[in-house]
Each structure stands twice: as C-alpha cells, then as structure tokens.
C-alpha cells in the first residue's frame, strides 16, 4: 500500500459506504450534509474517511479511540432504562468544528493521533456483557463519521439483547439516516442553538440539517431521542432564542420529547466565556415549560432540575444528583400517585436474551488491559 499524504499507514482498511468516484478522481462523500469531495491520499473535513486509490475508507471501523463505561444519565438520557451502565465508545475525528468542544483531544485528532487500538465489531456486545452494561453507546465523537462501525456492532449487539444509542449532533444525509437508525434504540441530539449564525460561526455547518434529523427521527422511527442544549454565556442563551427553540420543539416533536440545558465550562477554542450561571439553566428550563413542554431538564449542575416530574401531578418521580440515580418511583412506566403514562423506556424487553459465559470470559481475557 502506497502511503497515505496525511494519515497513518494502515494494514487494513475497510471500505466505506455512502461515496461515489467522481471523473476528476476525488471521492464524493455523502454520508453527512458537508459532502466532502475528496482528493487522492486525503481525508474529508472528519479527518477519518479517506481516498485511497480511488475508493473511500473508513479509519475508524474497528479502532476505538475511547471506551468507558457510564450512567445512562450521562448521554444525558434521563427516559431510557434510567439507573443503568452503558458502554460507551468513540473514536478519531468529527464533521462538526465547534470551538466549545468538550471532547476535542479526539475530536478535533487525526486517527494517527490518538491511542485506538483494534475491536472488531463482534468483540464490542460481550464487553458490554463484561462490564455489566444493558446498552452501547456511540459518543465522544460523532458517531455517524464511523457509521459502518455502528452497524456491524448493532447487528452483533441484537445477538445479546443489548440496546443501543446514539449521541450526535444529527448532522446526517437521509442518504445514510436509516441505514443507521434503523439499528438504533436510542438517541441524544444536540440542538446545539437555534440560530443559523451560531451554527455558521461556532460549528462551521448549518442549523437545518440538525432540524430534518430531529423530525425524520420523530416521524419515520421508533427511536426513543431526548435532545440537549449546551448554554454558552453570551452565544445561544437568550431567552428569545430559548423560547423560540422550544416552541419548534413544541410544534414539530410534541411536548414529550425531554428536554435538557446543559451548563459550558471553558475549553477548546472557547476558553474567553464564563462557565453557564445556575440561574441561566433554571430560566431556559421555566420558559421551555411555559411554552408547553412537560420534561425539561437541567444538567451538569447540582438542581432540582434533573429530576422528573409527573407533568399532571407534579408528583416526584425520579430523584437524581448529578448523573445518579437516587429515587425512581415510575410504575410499569406510568405516575404511581395519578397513573399518567410517563414516555420513555423503563424496561429492557429483551434482557433475557443473554449470552455465551464462555464467550464473555475468553473476550475478557483478551481485553484484560482495559481498566473501565
């Protein structure tokens, strides 16, 4: 194999999906709405899917660059099988350039400047099982540059009865939407602002694809999806702003769909903005509630905020602190005070489709240098 221009010389590369060969002999990538058009020996704008001899590749397909394992309420999902672990995994590389990123040490590094090492798909479910996980998450970075990674994994993970999740920041072809979504149980997208000038500026891509991803998972999905927004002291939180976000919420997703505010701290590009005020989340939760949504939340402070509330009772359904988990009084999935239906998933309907002990033990020797 001849060496790559910009990425590291790899043994094996696995061909992507989502790409034509262009006359010139670049690649079009139309996986994510960028469209990168591809020279020889180079990547597009997510530094992990490559030109090599005209066919496009993917360096992240089997090369983690993160793996942990974490509460559920950390994606945040706050509506998904709540008080459970997940194991989460990511790799190199994002097409979004937020100047915020909170991951950019893998995020914004080629996949030559991260630590990955090898897991090939059928490995990544009995890990799951290893650590005492119900559910594999696809986080860190964005998921969907890895997309043909996730598939396989969600294919071998529906051998164990595992879910699966998402944590994007929707930013998807509907070239590519279902073949991924298909496979997936749940979703956390970042609405990171409502503004087209805030996407143009701090994320370099645009607002709208992000919408279409939010209304294609609501209309044509059974994917369960809770949305965040990080406040940014000065960039997107304006309470008209917030009011107007909520309100598309509102019109376009129903009142249903939680809703969480999330607090910045300084890092990356944006180190000259203050960490979110408490007061600003506690504002951005009241609003989106006047305006008719009834699971608001607010994360990455210690608040009331995090907790769930029966929206016709008001009745203290489930307490957390931070990312745990200290009181959950749902009832086969309703009030236990007035019996209103609480959307979301609170059982896992296939857990009893276990797994092979001998399978779990010989891949947990094979990963026994992993400290999760």
Known sequence: MEELKILQKTEHLHEARWWELEPSGKVHCYLCPRHCHIGPGQAGFCFIRINQEGKLYSLGYGAPAALQVDPIEKKPLNHFLPGTRVFSMGTAGCNMGCFFCQNWDISKSRSDQVRSQPVPPEDVPLLALKYGCESIAFTYNEPTIWGEYIIDICREARKYGLKTVMVTNGYITYDAFHDIYDHIDAANVDLKAFTENFYGKITLTHLQPVLETLAWLKKETPVWFEITNLMIPTLNDDPAETRKLAEWILTHLGPDVPLH????????????????????????????????????????????????????????????????????????????????????????????????????????????????
């Open 261 to 372: 505010f999330t607090a910045f701290h300084p890092d990356f590009k944006l180190q000259d903005k203050p960490r979110t005020p408490p007061k600003t989340l506690d504002q951005a939760r009241q609003i989106a509630l006047e305006v008719g949504l009834r699971y608001v939340y607010e994360g990455n402070i210690y608040s009331d905020g995090a907790n769930t509330y029966c929206p016709k009772c008001d009745e203290l359904l489930i307490r957390r602190s931070w990312h745990d988990v200290l009181e959950n009084h749902i009832k086969n999935g309703a009030c236990p005070k007035c019996g209103l239906a609480i959307p979301g998933v609170w059982t896992h309907d296939t857990k009893g489709k276990r797994f092979s002990k001998q399978g779990v033990s010989s891949t947990a020797k094979l990963y026994a240098h992993l400290n999760l």
